[in-house]
């Protein structure tokens, strides 16, 4: 068991069985329900690494608090340097078997810990995958929620050749793109070395430089983590500028993966493309959103250069809709109609700000 000494040092013992990592910033509404969710674990055998990145509310004295109550729970009180320096720093301190990272807004179910460590254990895996939900609220709050579901079936892969087979269908939901929804066996990311990279949107390229070269890999059909969209009319309207110059990187690193991997069957790369192609709509509501600041001239000029790039033709062409809604959606960007392109990604961009929960609705039907 772990316990908080002055300077916040984790005190020697017995390596606890997972290292529940978790930075903090600003998040004084939401992060004690984090911290009562990881209490509840009905795996008590855990550190739980608590980073207060620098907050200016009472998040940090909030974290303190249920620190003089259980010892489990180690608060690092550190300056602004971003949740990616957050969860290197904390890595650098964990000596569980394997890691969990949480992020401060969210909450798990109870069981989560014990059920995904024992498939780790019991099949000696690198890396535990679970479902996990997304819980989108609208202005009602909890009385108004819309919950969707993100799984695949149980699997534990035979080798690595079965995984990186297999993972088109963990891709298609979603599943290996964000950090919280995994165990990570300590020993495998060390002696890899890898780390969050110091960047915004830093979860997804870490994950990929953890199944880049995994071995022994086990998904549960379970569904555990809630990631939150507390109001769907305000946390989804934001505008992200450099969105679109992300969502290419990201798309390079997946083709990236794809050829260090030596797969390029259809189905894998039908899902890859239609990743893309999908995103691609999102690029050009996010271009749309008045937040951005640009004349329409600007808007529809971006929009223009986002459809007629070789990548943007070769994923549409590649892609299978699941959906009409998604047919109608990529149809300018099939037939090349920039104008088109700009009204729809205008349209996307009204019912985003304005109708938050009916946006989440339309996403998930997609």
Request: aromatic share 12%.
């Amino acid at each position: 068991m772990t316990s908080p000494s002055q300077d916040g040092a984790v005190t020697a013992g017995e390596a606890p069985k997972v290292s529940v990592i978790m930075p903090v910033y600003n998040v004084e509404r939401y992060v004690g329900r984090a911290i009562e969710s990881i209490l509840a674990q009905t795996l008590g055998d855990f550190e739980f690494l608590v980073v207060d990145d620098g907050s200016q509310d009472s998040s940090g004295r909030i974290c303190d608090s249920y620190a003089e109550r259980d010892a489990r729970v180690c608060v690092f009180h550190r300056p602004n340097c971003g949740a990616p320096a957050a969860r290197n720093f904390a890595m650098d301190h964990a000596r569980g078997t394997y890691l969990y990272f949480l992020d401060s807004d969210d909450w798990a179910e109870p069981s989560m810990l014990e059920d995904m460590y024992r498939l780790g254990v019991e099949n000696d895996l690198q890396l535990v995958v679970a479902g996990f939900y997304i819980d989108t609220y609208g202005s009602r709050g909890e009385q108004d929620c819309l919950r969707e579901k993100h799984a695949v079936g149980s699997v534990v892969f035979d080798d690595r050749q079965a995984f990186r087979e297999g993972a088109y269908a963990m891709f298609d939901t979603n599943l290996l793109y964000p950090p919280w929804n995994k165990l990570y066996r300590r020993d495998y990311v060390e002696a890899n070395g890898l780390r969050f990279p110091q960047t915004f949107w830093d979860d997804f390229p870490f994950v990929l430089s953890v199944i880049r070269d995994v071995e022994r890999v086990g998904v549960t059909e379970s569904a555990y983590y809630h990631f939150i969209r507390a109001r769907a009319d305000s946390e989804t309207a934001r505008y992200r500028r450099g969105m679109y110059e992300k969502r290419e990187d990201e798309h390079r690193w997946m083709l990236d993966l794809y050829e260090h991997w030596g797969v390029s069957d259809e189905r894998s790369m039908e899902v890859v493309y239609r990743r893309y192609a999908e995103r691609l709509v999102g690029c050009i509501e996010n271009a749309c959103n008045p937040a951005s600041g640009d004349t329409r001239r600007q808007m529809r000029r971006m929009v223009a250069s986002m459809i007629s790039t070789p990548q943007a033709k070769l994923a549409v062409s590649r892609t299978v809709p699941r959906s009409t809604m998604m047919r109608v959606m990529l149809w300018p960007i099939r037939g090349q109609h920039p104008w088109v392109a700009y009204k729809e990604g205008r349209l996307i961009s009204f019912v985003k700000r304005h109708f938050g929960l009916l946006f989440a609705r339309l996403k998930a039907s997609r």
